[in-house]
Structures are given as C-alpha cells and as structure tokens.
C-alpha cells in the first residue's frame, strides 16, 4: 500500500514539475513574441495597435448609440469614422463576397419587409453598404492617406466636444450614467488619428 501511495505521488510531481515548465516556456515564447513584433513594427506596430482599438471603440460606441445610450449627437458620424480606421484585414473581408451577402439581405429586408428590419440595424447596414460600395479612390487611396486620418481626427474632436456639452463639462460626463464608458470610448477614438498624424510628419 505505501509503496503504491509512493508511486502516485511521484507521478503527480512529474506531472507538475512539467506543466510549470510548459507555463514556464510560454512565458518566455510571449516575451519574445512581444519583443520581436516591436522591433519588426517599431512605431507602426504601435499604429495598427491603435487603429485596432480606435475601429473597436467606434463600432461599441455604435452599439451603445443603437441599444441604450440614445444621444442627440450626430453618431452616425462613427460609420465614416469606422470606415477610414478600419483594418485592412477586416476591410477586405466586409468589402469582399461576405459584405456583399450582408448588404444584399439588407437590402431585401429593409425593402420588401420593413417591419422587421429593426432601427438599430440602420447603422450597422449603412456601413456595411458603405464598405462594399464605395469607390476605389476612398476604399484604396483615402483610406491610407493622411487625409483619412484628418478625418478621423475631425470625427473624434466632434463627438468629445458634443459630449462635453451634452453632460455639461468634462468632470461631469464621467458621472453620468455609462459616462466612463462612452467617454473613454470618445477619448480612444482621439487617440489612433493623433498619433498615426504625429508619426506622418515625423
């Protein structure tokens, strides 16, 4: 009996000597993982980072418009602002064949069954309509442009001064009910086009 007790208790040693070595090795494939990416991008790894989290918080800033935020800003100026920030990888995908099956059921639901086409689809619809319609010159050339960025730029500081005045001063749009959340959002979008243009004129 003891010597079995012995065995099972060596085994589950093993066992955890090499899980945390296997963590052990994964900890340091991450590192390397990081460190490698940021000297392969430098700067620009840090801009698509950015421009990752800008496109995130617009499309969540949209969402909450859509559900329970319900602002009398202009939103509908995120769709334009998604469409300029949006990465390369996720453009090419909803601007391909899959966008084209989105807007087309789009398209079909909102023209011959308007009753069940929601209002919070309008938004997400009109982008997608945007992203597959929209001429080479600002699908290609706009887009990669610093004038897309400028744009962005525009959008941000439109939607934080609007919120600003809205919850009736900076301090206060923290208070506000999901006031955190949107203003941070607003924040983040801010913070992708001045950086991406401090780094253009460098």
């Not at 969402?63 to 935020?69: E, G």
């Not at 090419?92 to 209002?119: T, Y």
């Not at 983040?188 to 243009?197: N, S």
């Amino acid at each position: 009996m003891g010597r079995m007790d012995y065995l099972a208790m060596k085994t589950d040693q093993d066992t955890a000597e090499l899980i945390n070595s296997d963590i052990n090795e994964l900890k340091i494939a991450a590192k390397n993982l990081i460190n490698h990416a940021a000297k392969l991008g430098g700067l620009g790894f840090g801009t698509s980072f950015l421009k990752w989290v800008a496109s995130f918080a617009a499309i969540y800033l949209l969402i909450l418009d859509r559900t329970n935020w319900r602002t009398n800003m202009l939103t509908s100026l995120l769709v334009p602002y998604i469409f300029f920030s949006l990465p390369s990888p996720l453009f090419n995908f909803f601007s391909g064949e899959v966008g084209k099956w989105i807007a087309f059921i789009a398209v079909v639901l909102r023209l011959f069954f308007p009753r069940h086409f929601p209002d919070w689809l309008e938004m997400p619809a009109s982008l997608i309509l945007l992203l597959v319609v929209s001429p080479r010159f600002f699908s290609h050339t706009l887009r990669d442009s610093w004038a897309g960025i400028v744009v962005c730029l525009i959008i941000g500081c439109y939607l934080l001064q609007e919120h600003i005045r809205a919850s009736d001063g900076f301090r206060n749009s923290f208070t506000r009910p999901h006031g955190i959340s949107n203003t941070v959002g607003i924040i983040l979008l801010l913070v992708y086009p001045v950086w991406a243009l401090v780094l253009y004129w460098i």
